[in-house]
């Protein structure tokens, strides 16, 4: 038998911690042999609830299915799987003091295995005192991320093919051994999520509420939005939790409706992510005259973030999450012709346009709204397999297709950073994969202070009828 114990002193930040430490499908988080986990059964993390962990061992795929065989709730996880040829039992304890976190691994090998049991011991010590470093560094996140773009993340960056490589589900991967794992649950939160209706969004409103956030969804298809928040209640295990709000967010009337309704509901709200979007190839304009890649893409995000501004100071720290795309790097905004699109239209640049002017407006609100207690974010997904690049990015989709991330993943980092307990120092900044990325990599795109200043301008004809009560 192989019995390693490893233990850090360690000031514990209680029921967090443990709730962590309890879910097996977020292992992959912090120990780079976990290449997939899943729970099995529906339901509550109990005694007797059963996950299916695959490791990557030596080039070699294998995979246990754990039982959780004990559960003192804040001390104590006693996790027990059962191969041919050995079985594994796996225990996390948090001392009386909450301040010394031990694990402890023992292996039991049948047969001529046994033999091999010293040289094994000694590759196993090593290899779980790096993963339990990196749990240690996850029950930490103040700490651990770069508030910059490191170099290599530069350098990659502005090279064409690892650069592009990186958006796709190969990108996410590559990331997976600097995850900066978070702990938090979101039991107290309320989150709002425009176009959780499908792909991204819908993927990120079930990672959150399965982290026990409370979600309101604003999508403009009744049967999706009912669908997606009967889902979440379901896999949240709550029909109380979890509504939606009806709107056509490229109309202002439907946005002032919205900002109306969560008014009404009086809710502080702890994150808003502005999520909905749509690349329209030919040229619209909505029944209010507006241009419609501008309506959705850029004046619904402003308009419905400035309405909803003193509901998210009511909160503790509240964020505003803007999902971009890595469509922007290829645009120096053009202010002058942000409402009407570019001329003559080209669909696919006006939506890195307006793409690259969230971004920027996410910079503005940043310094802007700090003192407020507002954070504001702007990411991007990377290229995901979702319904909208189907339809509108066909050519691209056929090509791409087989490295596409997953709703899933492309929500990622959406649900990182709605979940990370304070991100005051890499305020403003743009994401992708939990890392801080540059704005801007090609010569010329760089936004000169002129730009902003025109972007400001124009949105001030977009603000909110609807102002809320200071
Ligand atoms: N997928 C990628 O590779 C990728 C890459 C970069 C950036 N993004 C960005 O990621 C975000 C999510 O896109 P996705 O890829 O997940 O696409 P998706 O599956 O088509 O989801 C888009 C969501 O936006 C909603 N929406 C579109 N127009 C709307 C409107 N006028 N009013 C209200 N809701 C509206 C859609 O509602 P319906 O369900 O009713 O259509 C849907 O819920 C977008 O902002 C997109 O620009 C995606």
Known sequence: MISIMLSEPFELSGDDTFAYLQEVSRYSEWDDHVLESHQVDRGPIQIGTKFNVTYRILRQELTLYFVLSALKPGRDV???????????????????????????????????????????????????????????????????????????????????????????????????NCRYP???KLNKHHIVITGASSGIGEAAARQLALLGADITIIARNEIKAKASVNRLRQESHSRKKHRYILADLSLARDVDRTIGELVKLDRPIDCLINNAGYLY???????EGIEKSFALLLMAPYRLTLGVKNLLKRAPLAQVINVSSGGMYTQRLKADHLTQGLMPYDGTRTYAQLKRALVMLSELWAQEWEPDGILVHAMHPGWADTKSVAETLPRFYQITKAILRTPDEGADTITWLASHPDLSRTNGRFWMDRRVHPTVLIPGTNPRKTDYQILKETLQNFEPETPLPQ
């Not at 003091?97 to 049948?110: E, G, I, M, N, Y």
């Not at 190839?281 to 029944?287: A, L, V, Y």
Request: glycine letters at 2%; charged letters at 25%.
């Open 78 to 176: 006693l996790l027990e799987a059962q191969h041919d040829h050995f079985q594994v039992q796996t225990r996390f304890t948090i001392d009386n003091q909450a301040k010394r976190l031990s694990w402890q691994t023992s292996v039991h090998f049948d047969g001529i295995w046994n033999n091999a049991s010293p040289v094994l011991k000694t590759i196993l010590k090593s290899e779980l005192s790096r993963s339990f470093q990196k749990l240690v560094r996850a029950l930490n996140p103040s700490k651990q991320v770069p508030d910059l773009p490191d170099l290599k993340t530069q350098i990659e960056d502005h090279l064409l093919i690892p650069g592009l490589l990186r958006f796709s589900r190969l990108g996410y991967q590559w990331e997976t």
């Open 182 to 184: 978070v702990i938090r």
């Open 281 to 287: 190839q030919e040229r619209q304009e909505t029944d």
